[in-house]
């Protein structure tokens, strides 16, 4: 049995060490910008630049592989990402870090593209659903370790862009030695938004929103925590229980959806996170303890959501259609994550609450419509609908990853 997933772990360590590099450096550039002085307009357009390179890359990065081939078009992607982060290390300018983020969140397109296409090729119908859960394991407990780096280093220092470098080039090693065979082409993403609301209406409006406040919250959200003045190791902490605190309550939040109209469960969360949000805002913690469990409780409801909603769509997409539909909600999530940094910075020019404010206005839009809808449009009865599925809290995955999700068999065996 080991055998059989031998090739799986070697791609999976690639996938750690870039992960881990990608949380690491995510959380450095703002930590340190903030150290520098920069605005908070530059430190908001270093994430929309991150996310716009990464829709990008999601659109081009296929032609690229396709065109070099999986190991070495991964070898380019993982070595500009080391040489990038070593580029943000040498020259601190917030200008070049704006486009040198674009460039990162590009790369990182190509890299994971590459990756879930390869984990693809080498899950069967009988061990998918092993596999997925593998790679969202080591999604979250990689990004998670990244980050927990920068509590243990001096973010005003060179080393931690160093390690940065040093975890990308990493992720080189298992698919530069491994003797698999390479996987077929990458396939070109399309991205249908008519098409996608007249499928589900709250869902394509929904991953929009949720894009806006959870883009909003990765990128600032550690500034924020250096605002308020809690200690670096804290900020750490707090970034990676707000992903963790979602990722737990999916499950829960998935099954009652389950049971009942998902919208209904969808609304309740988006009030939930606004109000946790606003509570914080007028609240203003101070305590680095106090401000972690608010957070935690805020990213259980926040990040709960995009599950939900790429579930209600799927009830409405006939099966065939999975990886299309999943695939087009998660790039409406990009762009929304390219608007988020920027209204956040916006807000926070009040006080550092303020990015509080920017993700309530999301969630409370979200409640709203999708309580509207429900008034307009029958639920899918539950015997019709396809079993809740988790997906990842934060966008560490691209549309490649979707055919990796246990339930494309039903493509393949159609």
């Keep these: 049995m080991f055998a059989t997933y031998r090739p799986i772990l070697s791609l999976l360590r690639g996938t750690a060490f870039l992960l881990a590099a990608s949380g690491l450096h995510g959380l450095l550039l703002p930590l340190r910008g903030q150290q520098e002085g920069f605005s908070t307009a530059s430190l908001g357009l270093m994430g929309t630049a991150w996310a716009g390179g990464f829709v990008a890359g999601c659109f081009f990065a296929p032609r690229l592989v396709r065109r070099a081939g999986h190991v070495r078009a991964f070898g380019a992607f993982a070595a500009s990402g080391a040489i990038i982060a070593l580029l943000t290390g040498l020259i601190v300018n917030e200008y070049i870090w704006i486009l040198l983020r674009a460039f990162t969140g590009f790369t990182m397109a190509g890299a994971f593209m590459v990756i879930e296409s390869w984990l ?3 899950a069967t119908n009988e061990n998918r659903g092993t596999v997925f859960g593998l790679y969202m394991m080591v999604t979250y407990a990689s990004i998670m ?3 927990m780096i920068v509590a243990g280093g001096d973010v005003m220092s060179a080393s931690l862009f160093m390690i940065t470098g040093i975890l990308f080039c990493l992720s ?3 698919t530069a030695v491994s003797t698999q065979s390479t996987p077929k082409p990458l396939q070109d993403v399309k991205l249908d938004v008519k098409s996608l609301y007249a499928n589900s209406p709250v869902s394509a409006v929904a991953c929009l929103l949720i894009g806006i406040a959870n883009g909003a919250w990765g990128t600032l959200g550690a500034v924020y925590g250096a605002r308020i003045g809690i200690p670096t190791a804290e900020i750490a902490l707090m ?3 707000v992903v963790i605190a979602g990722a737990a309550m999916q499950l ?4 009652l959806s389950d049971t009942t109209d998902r919208r209904f469960v969808l609304a309740g969360a988006a009030f939930g996170a606004a109000l946790v949000a606003l509570m914080i805002f007028l609240l203003a913690p101070r305590s680095g303890i106090f401000v972690i469990v608010l957070t935690a409780a805020y990213g259980a409801f926040a990040y709960t959501l995009y599950s939900i909603a790429v579930a209600h769509a799927n009830d409405h997409a006939r099966a065939e259609d999975f990886v299309k539909v999943s695939g087009g909600l998660l ?3 990009g762009f929304g994550t390219m608007i988020g940094p920027l209204l956040g910075a916006a807000l ?4 550092p609450e303020g990015l509080f404010i920017a993700t309530a206005l999301a969630h409370l839009s979200l409640a709203g419509y999708t309580l509207l809808r429900i008034r307009a449009r029958a639920p899918v009865p539950i015997e019709n609908r396809d079993a809740f599925k988790t997906q990842p809290a934060d966008r560490a995955v691209t549309p490649e990853a979707l055919r990796l999700d246990p339930r494309r068999k039903v ?3 159609g």
């Excluded at 829960?252 to 099954?255: I, N, S, V, Y």
């Excluded at 926070?348 to 006080?351: A, D, N, T």
């Design 120 to 122: 693809n090729e080498k």
């Design 145 to 147: 370790g990244g980050q």
């Design 172 to 174: 080189l090693i298992p």
């Design 239 to 241: 970034m990676s229980l």
């Design 252 to 255: 829960p939040a998935g099954r």
């Design 331 to 333: 790039l409406l999530y």
């Design 348 to 351: 926070m020019g009040l006080r």
């Design 411 to 413: 493509e393949t065996n």
